[in-house]
């Protein structure tokens, strides 16, 4: 998959392609996820949604499919695991602000 930073084309339902930046993967129940930023109003996502997609390994040719999450409760773990994993790589605990990590209050 791309690094952090890095800019992917999707195709939306219409056909119409547009640029995402590559924000992190998350392994869940063994299977990896690619969460992605639209740079641009996508058709149908609110604004500052981030997109979650499931990667497949192409059988074929060993490449990357990109597929839609559906399930909510696979969508649900997903999230909650990128903001583990974002709060526990960019926090430092003492801020007491937020009520999430209970660390350092």
Request: charged letters at 30%; one cysteine or more.
């Amino acid at each position: 998959m791309a690094k952090n930073d890095e800019i992917v084309k999707l195709v939306d339902s219409e056909g119409k392609e547009f640029d995402c930046r590559y924000i992190a993967t998350v392994e869940y129940e063994n299977e990896p996820y690619a969460i992605l930023f639209p740079l641009q109003k996508v058709k149908g996502l609110p604004e500052n949604s981030m997109i979650m997609l499931k990667m497949v390994p192409d059988e074929s040719d060993g490449s990357i499919i990109l597929q839609p999450v559906t399930d909510e409760k696979v969508q649900e773990g997903v999230n909650k695991k990128y903001f583990e994993m974002l709060y526990s790589s960019s926090c430092a605990g003492d801020c007491g602000s937020c009520g999430g990590c209970g660390t350092k209050k």
